[in-house]
């Protein structure tokens, strides 16, 4: 619990999330400003915090994440 709450999102981290949440928006078909989309984002953000701070790890995390998969399925 302690990482959770210690992540720290400098320019770097926040660059890479961006551009795997860009990616996964653009491979679910959703568009940046809708409610899915913002959920999808805080996921993102979630996972990161919990230790998948890498790319390859984040994108492992994600395409296991069963809230991803239902907001993708919903589009």
């Not at 996964?24 to 805080?42: F, H, P, Q, V």
């Not at 953000?45 to 395409?63: V, W, Y």
Request: charged letters at 25%; proline letters at 3%.
């Amino acid at each position: 619990m302690r990482r959770f709450l210690e992540a720290t999102l400098g320019p770097a981290e926040l660059d890479m999330l961006d551009e795997v949440l860009i990616s996964w928006l653009s491979i679910s078909g959703m568009e940046r400003g809708s409610a899915d989309a913002e959920l999808a984002a805080a996921i993102i953000i979630n996972l990161f915090k919990e230790g998948h701070d890498t790319r390859p790890a984040l994108q492992a995390a994600m395409s296991r994440h069963q809230g991803l998969k239902v907001l993708q399925a919903a589009v």
